[in-house]
């Protein structure tokens, strides 16, 4: 692992997982994802993840016009490097997943590495009411659902928008397998060292909540990247915070946001974005941690630049 | 883990995923695999697992009355415990995969405990002539494939086969997200302990062929489950026999067969089934390991009986 | 592991292995212990962990006559459980290191749980000007040094003060190793769980501060000890605060002090072991833990009680 | 860790551990250390690792004199590569230690790398009658015994046989702490890559008899050293067979004879050290791979070659 100096704070922020109905502090419109990035940059993130929602109802949208109404804003009001999902949810098309990365061109995207049960259907059941007649069963459908990130798909990815416009990954990897599939590509060449590995632990479908698991992926990248790649890591619902934590005393990066959990405490929602990156912040910095600026990520991860992003 | 005072050895006969081509020694034929089958038992094979392939061309098929023609014989000729696949190959829809294990009502089937990338696509380019026209666009077509093992899907099956009728299940186990997802149904109360847990190391879109990770799915398992599960693995490939050496000396218990490799030694194909049989009992009772008989297996895994079965 | 709902934090006072010179803060006459004692309680520390000094040139000392000037008074001022090392120093006999804890017969004492080198010569390079000359030479000789807790001695103390007055052993395992002695006395019906594992990280001689470790250690601890153990840990040094945040986060409890650390943060001293104590449980608090009061403490641990100590 | 393309089988033939009463194989009189060193060498061991006993009483022996009986013979007769103990047995003081080393300046000598307890009193309860009166009270004094190996002594050795006589070493790691030590002295640069890292398993007083803890040891060495190590491991007594199995699996190396184990299965004692060599040698060709003759193992080792030892 090349350790990390500064913390990288990745925050994403809002996501297709979460329903407008969990959390009245979910940014949906343009306008409210422009503000809460604004906001999470200034409290120290120095990547903003990004997803686009149906202004109206809430839905995710794969939509370009729509990531093009708070693109230009966000690099307007702040200098946090942008990354742009491209996993999409259940329903998007292939090419609707890249449609608003190949619009925008950024500097980051996410990358899922491999293809997976996605199970958040046991969030059917928490809420009497919802807002939006599609919330429910978009939840449900995830139990039939098989989230599809096959090997050709990712290779489309890494030529469309890595090889093609020198854009970089956000690797997802959601198990030891997805560590696999990353070696795949490097060993065909396809993808280039400094690797930002972001293991994700929690989803039902995906490797559990146990701290131990980031110690396992850890020993895993290890021997398959050596030091070329930086960790980062993000636990979902509850042990969201001592799974940044973990990766961050490990020498690694951190990743936080309302895309990964609602809250902000015990039965206690999270007001914005920014409150979270703000406590992981806190932890960090009583750790004896510093937090990188969004130029020292770029740096680090040998980014483009802003000024080679189509927005 | 539930520490096997004798080995029991699962032997994987002819599987969906190696070609005709790859091997002449991979039976297709229903008296093929019967012959193998027994001759496997007789090495010293506890449970046979078995797929059914078109007689013709090799493809592998999920037509029940295909097994039919093999099922009753291996039964009549030996004791072994017989083990169906609901696995399947691409192409073959729910219902296929259920057709001939809900017709044989068998001991045990295999139950993939997720969905995920199976990359076989590699093996399209590694020989110049194939015997069928199936095999190379077979082959390929696993790079855009994500085999489909949802939550809807390993539940019906549970529930099917089974509460419906006891029979007992192989949980095959590419990651360790698979064994939380197996946690999954247990926490739910849909699965009865002790269960066979499999971990397939070596595919790739699955966690990959290194030793360390046995010691790793064996740590999480111990977390999951405690004293609840009987321990299996095998490598597929190069490393199949290393696997299965590791996976007995921590207490498990093994599979081979030329489902997972075709080979018996560095460039050399295995005649039989019965060969891999008859190595790995070698080196285990060179370790000072006493192999299980198809009673103790079924006292082991608290199986239904060969009585209880439809054929 | 046992998990604590709530975290037990220790503070190790003292110690016997930094000298006066390193921090003016180290308290070292008994009114001193004293103060810092029950400022350590009032900031959280459930169990005060205690070593004596030699009031006039700070060198470590097993004077049970120095132990009664503290105790007792500590004792009075705050209800915190009192744990009396038997560790001792270089030049201690195993009488000299038994004598306080006998004489006091307190709740708990500590049990250095197998031999070992100990090496902080490299501190003798560290300061260029000494307050007392026993220092030098002190943290010199660590390097022909084999800190001797042979399984006699450990079954002596384990005899003397657990079976005959009911103390209770907060076991300290520099190394996996001391797992397998903990079991090696547990077998042998000699110690009753629940038993209290702390796990020391970075000392030269031991095992070294990287967090793995810590996850290996509870896991080995898991294959030992199953449910009958809590898990507690810290680093020596610059490491401190990352073993105890991540044993807090794997549901164990943690240890802090001018024993261990002399510093708050880079470069900066702690002026007082409640500082280390009131660093530690922001970061918990932050984490959504919560800290458990001398009673829990005495629940979870079983412990004899503060009325049947012999001060 | 270096992979090993072919296997060096290190072959410890008497050791200091056991005594005459526990098998009538075990080798005593110089004769019978050289027969059983020949023997051993012809069966596939590379390296012969060996200790003296007295010639009367089997007592372990640091007499130079008794070396020289046995060393010039098996050179003439084989040419594995000498290592010879530097560990001794409780009462040997450190000149005893080095005497025969010095003397016969070999191309390896073993080298523990940390303090311990070495408990082998349980032996003591076993045997009925003995053969000689020295033996059970040997035994049982493990029970008070720290065996010393302090960091003034291990630099002296490495200073007088290293740097002084190009000796290499078997740096005799019982726990993960002595891989921490190993690292201190790379750091401090008195020694040089490759390292040949003898794990050893299962000693009461070292780090325990379970697979995964070679897991855990390969990890942790794997973060210290990189490439520059090469692994070797065993376990004590019944689980003797399955950590040389797993450590050649993992690409490592291996290490057998009657110092080790006095068995060749279960309740049955080895007749020689041939026959363990034998035994690993039939697993590891069984799994595919090689025996490195002694050349190539001083080619991997960089050893100074046989011709300038001192015998
Ligand atoms: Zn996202
Ligand atoms: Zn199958
Ligand atoms: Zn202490
Ligand atoms: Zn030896």
Same sequence: chains 1, 2, 3, 4.
Avoid at 47 to 52: V, W
């Amino acid at each position: 692992m090349r350790k990390s100096d500064k913390v990288i704070i990745t925050c994403a922020i809002t996501g297709s997982l979460h329903t407008p109905t969990m959390s009245p502090y979910l940014p949906i419109t343009p306008q409210e994802i422009i503000d809460q990035s604004v906001e999470a940059a200034a409290a120290g993130a120095a990547i903003l993840h990004l997803h686009a929602r149906d202004p109206i109802d809430g839905r995710p949208s794969p939509d370009p016009d729509l990531f093009m109404q708070f693109l230009p804003q966000i690099k307007q009001r702040c200098d946090a490097v942008i990354n742009i999902t491209t996993g999409g949810a259940p329903g998007f098309s292939e090419d609707d997943r890249l449609a608003a990365p190949l619009r925008a061109l950024p500097e980051m995207t996410s990358l899922n590495m491999g293809s997976m049960n996605f199970g958040v259907f046991g969030l059917a059941d928490k809420y009497p009411e919802w807002k939006h007649p599609w919330e429910k069963p978009f939840l449900e459908a995830s139990k039939r659902f098989a989230a599809n990130h096959n090997f050709a798909l990712i290779e489309r990815i890494i030529r469309e928008l890595g090889e093609g416009h020198g854009t970089k990954f956000e690797y997802e990897c959601y198990d030891l397998s997805h560590l696999y599939n990353v070696a795949h590509f490097a060993e065909r060449g396809l993808i280039k060292p400094p690797f930002l590995i972001q293991g994700i632990f929690g989803v039902l479908g995906g490797i559990g909540p146990d701290l131990e698991n980031l110690t396992a992926m850890k020993q895993t990248a290890d021997r398959l990247f050596g030091n070329d790649y930086y960790l980062s890591a993000f636990g979902i619902g509850r042990m969201q915070m001592r799974f940044l934590t973990l990766s961050a005393m490990l020498g690694g990066n951190v990743r936080v946001g309302l895309e990964d959990s609602l809250m902000i405490g015990r039965g206690q929602l999270a007001k914005s974005n920014a409150e979270q990156v703000a406590k992981i912040r806190t932890i960090l910095t009583e750790l004896g941690m510093e937090i990188a600026t969004p130029d020292e990520a770029r740096a680090m991860l040998a980014l483009k630049g802003p000024d080679r992003v189509a927005f």
